[in-house]
Structure formats: structure tokens, C-alpha cells
């Protein structure tokens, strides 16, 4: 299906239930803060593109344009993101297709957590050297690979085609992609649906020859290689995408500052699948046994 008519068909995304369950009960409650709604809201993709998309005022003449979840719920108030939330909570009982078999939400959900915690965490540790905006990172971070969930949730045939012939030519995924391509397919999306250009430039061009020249694409670029490398693909033996060169010249963090915020990521996606009650197969930690924060060496990424 070619991407413009698929962007056209999709009025909302999928949520984990256990996330959607842990947001409902928290908007529900009488005595939800702001802080504790926005904390609730913001790390999960398909919540965050519905408050972005009713801060940005669904259309292009609005005045400005929010990137940051925190700042799109100040903007809206608690009373509008809950009522939003109500309405996302309805939609997503009606799915209407089913996923294909190798696709998992909650992995999916865990690679663009993942992502978002390290973009945001490399932004802080760049603040000196004029780095983009440490919570918009984070947000673009979380949408980049948006358009492989509305692959998924539009029944993902093209999705299982570059799957299969990725796995079979040894190539990497994105690569493997013929007809609507998940970064094609995302850019358009956030576009239809009047998100900032870095955020669409994030989803589109994170795997882009030229994202060197990004300093924002740079980032997102290298925070998900560094998911993949770290054990956390969207699909279960994604080959992972090679690192560009010019990109990770452009952001000096030296190898030990990198493995530091690896670390830090993972330990903050384990205390989020807490918060959201994971337990399934996709929960990081079970039984006691850590998934450890698997990252090499930095000469794996050159
Ligand atoms: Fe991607
Ligand atoms: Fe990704």
C-alpha cells in the first residue's frame, strides 16, 4: 500500500494495555498532579503523539509548535489530557486488524523508551556544546520509529516482506524496505498531524545517509543503534543498523560517557515496566535475573 494512502487511513495508534491501564487509573484518580500525569503520559508513543497532536492545534496556523510532552500537558491542562486520555483508552479496544505474528507491542514499546531515555540523556550531556533541547530529544527519540507501529497496526504486510528479505540477504532492516518504508511512512504521519519538523525529521531521517548533518537527527541516529546494540530491536533478531561515521563525529562523547548512559537507560526503562506492571515475556527483568546493559566497545560502532 503506498505510504500517503495508509497515513490517510490511521486516526490512532496502540498502547500496551498494562501502559493504558496504569495512565487510566492514574487519570482517574482525584488527586492526580500534573507532574504525576505528565510523568504517566510521556513514555509512551502512541499517548504522546495524541496530547502533541491537540498542543499543536491540529493545524499549521497555529502560532508555535510543542516537541516536549511536559510542555504540551502544561499547555493543555489536566482536564483536557484526561478527557484525551478517555477517548485513546476507547479507540484502543478497537483495533482493526491484528498484529502480525512477529510483532510485539510491548517490544516495540520498550525500543522506543529505550531510544528516548538515551537521545534525552546524550542532550543532557551535550548541554555545553549547544546540543538540541534535552526534552524534545526525548520526544523524538520516542516517535522515530512510529511509522513501523502504524506498518504493524495497518496489518504490517509490508513490514513481514522487508523482515523476511532482511533476514535473508543479511541486510539491515530499513534497508530490506521496498514499498512504504517506516521512516517514509512516519515522517508523514507527524506531518499530517502538524508535529514539529524535528520530530518528523527524527522519524525520517534517522537512518538517512546524509544524517551527519543533523545535529538532531545525529542523535536520535546514534541512540538507536545503541538500543539495537543493546539487546533492545523492535522485532526479536532485527539485525542492527550501522552507525554512521559523520554522525557520531559530530557528538563528542567519548566511549566511557556512552556505556555510562547506557547504563543509566536501562536502569530507567526496568523502573518504568515497574511502574507500568510488565510481567510478560518482554519485561526486562524477571525472576530476578537482570537483562544486563549489554553495550561494547565504542570501535563496534565505527
Ligand atoms: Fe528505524
Ligand atoms: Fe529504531
Known sequence: MDASVLVSRIATLPTPGSVMQTVMALSGSPEVSLDKLTYAVRHDPAIAVRILRAANGYSTDFPFRISSIPNAVDFLGTNRVCSLLLHSSRLSGENPSPFPSFFMLERFWQHAVLVALIAGSIGRHLQRYDA??????????????????????????????????????????????????????????????????????????????????????????????????????????????????????????PPERLKLIAGDAIGKLQELEGFYGFTGPCASALGGETREARFPPHGHLI
Open 132 to 253: 538540541p533541547d534535552e526534552e524534545e530529544l526525548f520526544t523524538g527519540g520516542l516517535l522515530h520509529d512510529i511509522g513501523k507501529l502504524a506498518l504493524a497496526a495497518g496489518g504490517g504486510g509490508s513490514l513481514e516482506a522487508a523482515r523476511l528479505r532482511s533476514v535473508g540477504e543479511s541486510l539491515p532492516f530499513y534497508r530490506a524496505e521496498n514499498e512504504s518504508p517506516h521512516t517514509v511512512v512516519g515522517a508523514l504521519l507527524l506531518q499530517s498531524w502538524h508535529l514539529p519538523p524535528e520530530l518528523q525529521q527524527a522519524a525520517g531521517g534517522h537512518h538517512d545517509p546524509a544524517v551527519g548533518a543533523n545535529r538532531f537527527a545525529s542523535v536520535i541516529h546514534l541512540a538507536d543503534v545503541m538500543a539495537h546494540l543493546m539487546g533492545y530491536p523492535v522485532f526479536a533478531g532485527e539485525t542492527y543498523p550501522p552507525v554512521d561515521a559523520a554522525a557520531l563525529a559530530a557528538l563528542p562523547l
